[in-house]
């Protein structure tokens, strides 16, 4: 196979054509090679035919370089900002289907769809790969943005749907009027900042994935006396926590910058409160304000401290984080119910760029990581602290420096630690570029193993400084060992693993035994000469004040005895990439509950999924049938409990609805799976060792409509239904 394609060399494909087909013309005169225009169909179809043994690989190829010190790792954390935001709107746009789906798709008026094919273009490898110019960029945000007003519109639709029998699912006007927050993560939701007397805040809790669900709700409030409630009327316990400075900063500029004017009110503390949501269910909370005396049966404000020497111990619940109050620097990790204890420290650095001199001859850019070969640059020493303490969350708010703060959080029924960072804007007035990366280092001998995903689905064995394939000459022992993160990373030892999860794209490493870390921001001020022809600068103005780019997001971190830390991985993994969905409304708590429905599933009662299965698509199609996917989450033995064959009930997903008929896909949809045609390809050593088969799940059963499941299995089927009928589960 010769492959044809390149960038920008089609622009008159007519010439191409005419020297290709003389080329084909007179190879073909010699008689002893067959050459045509193929597709990768007819290429496959013919190395079949040829009866050949193939070498199995199980690896990739990454990280990939074009030049001896030219590794394309960069472009794994370019553009942090547009990267999560495509991944947020990936989760959103899941639940948006599956609301749309379980309303009754309208065939008229806002749909889903048009966030879909923003995402799609999204794919494009110039676009969430952060390699595009800035003006293509913007372009691609700007899709985004109009998909996701119109998922909005949807899923403000569909919700009083579901809650009210009564309500009219055709009319585009419904009698409740909902709002969403998509600037929550700086603090801006106008429908939770303003909680009048006599009315309640509702929040309606949507859970997109099909296991029931606790989680932490934080919003932000102007009022530090507010009593939450549950959908039986029961006081929920509650934390109230000062607003931060480092976040209300964030808000008057990129507010300002988002609406043209800054709001003339500002919220002045987080509101933190536990949720339970069914599976593919709802739950609803009320929220209100409550005299002084009664304000103290379910809320607490947080207790502020900074401490002055010693050693500061957060975690309301079995894990505890040990920072050291003289550097204010993590020490130590225990976790009291498992019985880990580990010596763990973190830190902020970046390295500094390479710009293409003629010392460094290559350039950091959009798609490469050059460093210039100096030690990575730390932040302060001493690091700033202030302690928050609650009866549901702790956490430690550190100042590394100017343009780089964190907060780390532990949850009271949590036993990991999220780290919630702000990088930017990153100063470039010495002319240098920089791109900053936190760094984790245990006391752990990993022998310069470490394992990453491969897009969320396997982990992969990284070695540092060593390729399975070849032999490697180490050129770029810092970039030359970067891989890409979707969901994490995460290494061992004898005794324990420390795994890192990812709300976001972005690359990673260990570059040395018993630490991981991670790029969270890239400001570079050359171009790298692949193509974008303008260095990754970006700034962002309101009015005339200018400055780069502040990216905020999140990872987290666990510990594991060794062997447990996948189940931790693959189910918070699932709950980072589909957070719960927050919908708001003000009204009258007694009159709500007496007109809707303010908890139920679309499953049958009880029934959850398996806890290694994900419900990954669930989405009405134009032909009135219903695509789903459902993935297996584990390898083959990964977790002892958990890399087995796993089955799934149709019947009780779809406890509401009858089911007509079901035909299995391909992956891709595209074709019935029974249409489809499989080729037993040869493998080198099978005669002598042997490959075991995969475990797979067998045929559907079309009696009792059960699937089943084996490790990384992904099954996709399309669903028909009796006459859609509106039914859910209180």
């Known amino acids: 196979m010769w492959t044809m394609g390149d960038d920008f060399q089609y622009q008159y494909a007519e010439s191409w054509f005419k020297q290709m087909d003389k080329l084909i013309n007179y190879v073909n005169q010699d008689g002893r090679i067959n050459a045509l225009y193929s597709t990768p169909s007819i290429y496959t179809d013919a190395k079949y035919a040829a009866n050949e043994s193939w070498p199995l690989k199980t690896n990739d190829y990454f990280p990939y370089a074009d030049y001896y010190n030219a590794y394309w790792t960069g472009y794994y954390t370019s553009r942090p900002s547009f990267k999560r935001f495509v991944r947020v709107l990936s989760g959103y746009y899941l639940a948006a289907r599956q609301l749309e789906f379980l309303a009754g798709r309208k065939f008229s008026g806002p749909v889903t769809s048009t966030l879909g094919d923003a995402l799609a273009i999204a794919q494009h490898h110039d676009a969430v790969s952060g390699t595009a110019k800035q003006h293509t960029t913007n372009d691609y945000a700007k899709r985004l943005a109009y998909g996701a007003s119109q998922a909005e519109k949807v899923i403000n639709l569909a919700i009083p749907c579901l809650t009210s029998p009564e309500e009219k699912c055709d009319s585009d006007s419904p009698s409740i009027k909902l709002s969403q927050c998509n600037l929550l993560n700086i603090s801006y939701c106008p429908a939770t900042e303003e909680i009048s007397e006599g009315k309640s805040l509702i929040v309606i809790v949507y859970n997109s994935l099909g296991w029931n669900r606790t989680e932490y709700v934080k919003i932000p409030v102007n009022d530090n006396h507010l009593v939450v409630r549950d959908s039986n009327g029961q006081a929920v316990e509650s ?120 010392k460094y001859p ?165 171009d790298d000469g692949r193509g974008v022809g303008e260095p990754l600068d970006e700034i962002v103005c309101v009015e005339n004040d200018c400055e780069g780019l502040t990216t905020r997001g999140k990872f987290h971190m666990s510990i594991n005895h060794l062997g447990n830390g996948a189940n931790w991985r693959r189910t918070n993994g699932q709950q980072i990439y589909s957070p719960v969905l927050l919908a708001f409304t003000h009204g009258d708590e007694k009159t709500w509950k007496a007109s809707r429905v303010t908890k139920a599933t679309s499953m049958a009662p009880g029934y959850t999924l398996p806890p290694n299965v994900a419900l990954i698509t669930l989405e009405e199609l134009d032909d009135a049938t219903v695509l789903l996917r459902l993935a297996h989450l584990y390898e083959a033995g990964e977790d002892a409990q958990n890399s087995v064959l796993a089955e799934v009930e149709l019947k009780k997903i779809f406890a509401g609805k009858m089911i007509k008929k079901v035909e299995e896909k391909s992956l891709s949809a595209n074709q019935n799976k029974a249409e489809m045609k499989k080729k037993n390809w040869r493998v080198e050593g099978d005669s002598e060792t042997g490959h075991p088969a995969a475990l797979r799940g067998g045929p559907l059963n079309n009696s009792t409509l059960i699937v089943e499941l084996g490790p990384m299995e992904i099954r996709t089927f399309s669903l028909t239904f009796e006459e859609h009928v509106r039914r859910v589960h209180a």
Not at 241 to 256: C, D, G, H, P, Q
Not at 322 to 343: E, K, W
Not at 362 to 370: D, E, K, M, N, P
Not at 377 to 406: C, D, M, Y
């Open 239 to 358: 934390q109230v926590i000062e607003m931060e400075s480092t976040t209300i900063t964030l808000r008057n500029f990129y507010v300002k910058a988002y609406l043209g004017e800054l709001p003339k009110v500002a919220p002045k503390y987080w509101l933190v409160f536990e949720v339970f949501v069914p599976p593919l269910g709802w739950n609803t909370y009320f929220i209100s304000k409550e005299a002084m005396k009664a304000s103290n049966t379910n809320g607490h404000t947080s207790t502020i401290s900074t401490p002055d020497d010693g050693t500061i111990e957060i975690g309301p619940g079995p894990l505890k984080v040990v920072f050291s109050s003289t550097s204010g620097q993590i020490n130590r990790v225990v976790n009291s119910r498992t019985g880990v204890d580990l010596t763990v420290r973190q830190s902020y650095l970046w390295y500094r760029s390479g710009t293409g001199d003629e």
């Open 362 to 526: 290559q350039a950091s850019g959009a798609y490469i990581f050059r460093p210039n070969g100096s030690l990575p640059s730390a932040s302060l020493r001493s690091v700033t602290v202030k302690v928050v303490r609650g009866p549901i969350v702790h956490e430690v708010h550190q100042q590394f420096n100017t343009w780089i703060s964190q907060i780390t959080r532990i949850f009271k029924n949590k036993e990991s630690a999220e780290f919630e960072f702000t990088v930017g804007p990153i100063p470039t007035d010495d002319k240098i570029g920089k791109e900053v990366i936190s760094r984790l280092t245990a006391d752990m001998v990993t022998n310069k193993t470490f394992y990453t995903d491969s897009n969320g689905r396997d982990f992969l064995k990284r070695v540092t400084n060593f390729r399975e394939d070849w032999k490697l000459n180490v050129t770029q022992p810092i970039a030359g060992n970067y891989y890409p993160l979707n969901l994490g990373m995460y290494m061992g030892d004898e005794k324990y693993e420390l795994s890192v999860l990812v709300d976001s794209a972005c690359g990673g490493s260990s570059v040395q035994d018993g630490q991981l870390e991670i790029m969270l921001h890239r400001r570079i001020l050359a």
